[in-house]
Nanobody, 117 residues
Framework: QVQLVESGGGLVQPGGSLRLSCAAS????????MGWYRQAPGKERELVAT???????NYADSVKGRFTISRDSAKNTVYLQMNSLKPEDTAVYYC???????????WGQGTQVTVSS
């Protein structure tokens, strides 16, 4: 079992920045992928960024060059630095972990990010 707790969401103006944090606890030794997904109203949940085995990074095309995922292994925490935010980035952001065996998904409770003037 892995527990994920997100923090750092909020309201920001277009062009602004936010940093999301996700602290993992429990069987963290079994985590092979950590990442962020988001879900806007009326839309399906979509991948934002993932970090595999601490080194392989993948970003959605819509956030490349603006968002940065990173991990502090000592703290079992993954971060999402979001710069140059746009109104279309407004969504609930979910932390995700995939563990072995079976690559089972674990999800955080979600944190709201709203980009609006």
């Amino acid at each position: 079992q892995v527990q994920l707790v997100e923090s750092g969401g909020g309201l920001v103006q277009p062009g602004g920045s936010l940093r999301l944090s996700c602290a993992a606890s429990g069987s963290t030794y079994s985590i092979v992928v950590m990442g962020w997904y988001r879900q806007a109203p009326g839309k399906e949940r979509e991948l934002v960024a993932t970090l595999t085995s601490g080194t392989i990074i993948n970003y959605a095309d819509s956030v490349k060059g603006r968002f940065t995922i990173s991990r502090d292994s000592a703290k079992n925490t993954v971060y999402l630095q979001m710069n140059s935010l746009k109104p279309e980035d407004t969504a609930v952001y979910y932390c995700n972990a995939r563990v072995v065996p079976g690559l089972i998904h674990y999800w955080g409770q979600g944190t709201q990010v709203t980009v609006s003037s």
